[in-house]
């Protein structure tokens, strides 16, 4: 196994550390370092900067938009994004319908749909989570009933839709035949376009305030059969595929390493007893157990780009292990950081008569938001028991 980057993966890195360093705006770089909400706009434009350059879709075929960068090079990509605090891609036009489209989408559904993603054109969001339905996925119920004129009547209600209220598509599982025995059977993958009449997003607020997901209604809205991606009831297999897509990255390896450098230098400033809270000892183990963690982390993530770059395996049920480590790790750094900031950070936004800066007041809310990561892309609990089964055989 050779964990080390050869001579032209380092050529690389600095090629592509050197065009982030003249091509992310400083006030979006503000933005995602200050852990600030970002508008649609601010996403949109980083978007379009990277479809300028053509690096914003580095796993697509080439024919379509991708960059033919092997696995190693996307991985460093990837990270160096993180460490550059870019924006991120957001994934559900660019990493989650896109493949899936690639995969089972029509060449009609091709054309029209990928480069106005790979553009920014269309924003999407991803319809799977029902009320009930959420690790239990395949017991959905919205249904889909197809009429004589070529369209399906879908109604029924998504849950914790993130990004809704932004969105001009959506790809939802729906049921098309809910007489099957079984219950993955029977469920179909439809583009439903979220200006349709019948479609009504509310806003759900999450524990720090902000409104990033959402419940979405569907009151007999019609959806041209075109707009259904592989078979009718088929949907599962496309489901499924998608997933493994949706956790590849979630790891964020190189946004953890910039937030360990921020915490570390909040905590050499923070005074402990008159000392900074960094030579104090149990705040020092924490810390440590975190950044081996993290460099666990990178390494487990390398041995299996390694395995990838010799048998082009694709890593299957070990996305779980990164997907449990990294957002644990998230997680840790956020509390962390609200230690390292003393009794300031409990507060959710400044106060004008104390001491506060933009930054302190901002790690309440992302410690409270960032209790999300455990629980989406399928719950951590939810990955244990797929490295038990697939991995461990259990
Ligand atoms: C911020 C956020 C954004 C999201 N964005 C989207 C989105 O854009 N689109 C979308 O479709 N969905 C989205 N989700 C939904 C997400 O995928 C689900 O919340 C997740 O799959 C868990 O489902 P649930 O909420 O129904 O909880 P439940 O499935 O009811 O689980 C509740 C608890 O029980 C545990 N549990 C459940 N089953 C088992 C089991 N078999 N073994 C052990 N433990 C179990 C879970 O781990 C969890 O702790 C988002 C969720 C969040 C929090």
Same mark, same amino acid.
């Given at each position: ?101 690639? $995969? ?198 390398? $041995? ?91």
């Amino acid at each position: 196994m050779d964990l080390n980057y050869s001579p032209d993966e380092l050529a690389f890195r600095d090629e592509v550390r050197g065009w982030l360093r003249s091509n992310l705006p400083d006030d979006l770089r503000a933005k995602v370092e200050g852990y600030q909400e970002l508008s649609k706009d601010d996403l949109l434009r980083w978007h379009k900067i990277l479809a300028k350059k053509g690096w914003v879709a580095p796993d697509w075929p080439t024919e379509w938009g991708g960059t033919d960068w092997n696995v190693v090079q996307r991985y460093i990509w990837e990270e160096e994004c993180g460490f550059a605090a870019t924006p991120m891609v957001v994934p559900f036009g660019v990493r989650m319908c896109a493949p899936v489209l690639l $995969r089972f989408g029509t060449d009609a559904q091709k054309k029209k749909f990928l480069p106005r993603i790979y553009h920014g054109e269309d924003f999407w969001c991803q319809g799977y989570s029902e009320p009930g339905s959420g690790s239990d996925l395949a017991s959905l119920k919205t249904r889909a009933v197809r009429q004589g004129d070529g369209h399906y009547v879908v109604t029924g209600q998504k849950i914790w839709t993130t990004m809704a209220q932004h969105a001009d598509w959506i790809f939802c599982l729906v049921r098309t035949d809910g007489t099957t025995g079984k219950r993955q059977d029977g469920i179909s993958f439809l583009l439903i376009d979220m200006h349709t009449p019948g479609i009504t997003v509310r806003p759900i607020v999450l524990l720090d305030g902000s409104k990033e997901v959402n419940e979405v209604f569907f009151d007999e809205v019609a959806v041209p059969v075109e707009n259904l991606v592989h078979e009718e009831g088929k949907g599962w297999t496309v489901a499924k595929y998608l997933l493994g897509y949706e956790r590849m990255g979630t790891g964020r390896i190189g946004a953890s390493k910039r937030e360990l450098a921020k915490l570390k230098e909040l905590a050499g400033e923070q005074l402990k007893d008159g000392r900074p809270l960094m030579e104090d000892p149990r705040f020092r183990d924490r810390l440590t157990r975190v950044e081996v963690e993290l460099m666990a982390l990178e390494i487990t993530n390398l $041995r299996f780009l390694d395995q990838m770059r010799r048998s082009g395996r694709p890593p299957g049920a070990d996305v779980s292990m990164l997907k449990i480590k990294g957002t644990e790790i998230q997680q840790a750094i956020t509390e962390l950081m609200m230690q390292a900031a003393g009794p300031l950070a409990q507060a959710f936004r400044p106060v004008d008569a104390m001491d506060f800066d933009h930054f302190t007041a901002r790690l309440a809310p992302r410690y409270c938001n960032l209790r999300k990561a455990t629980i989406y892309a399928g719950s951590n609990e939810i990955q244990r028991n797929i490295i038990a089964k697939a991995t461990l055989g259990l």
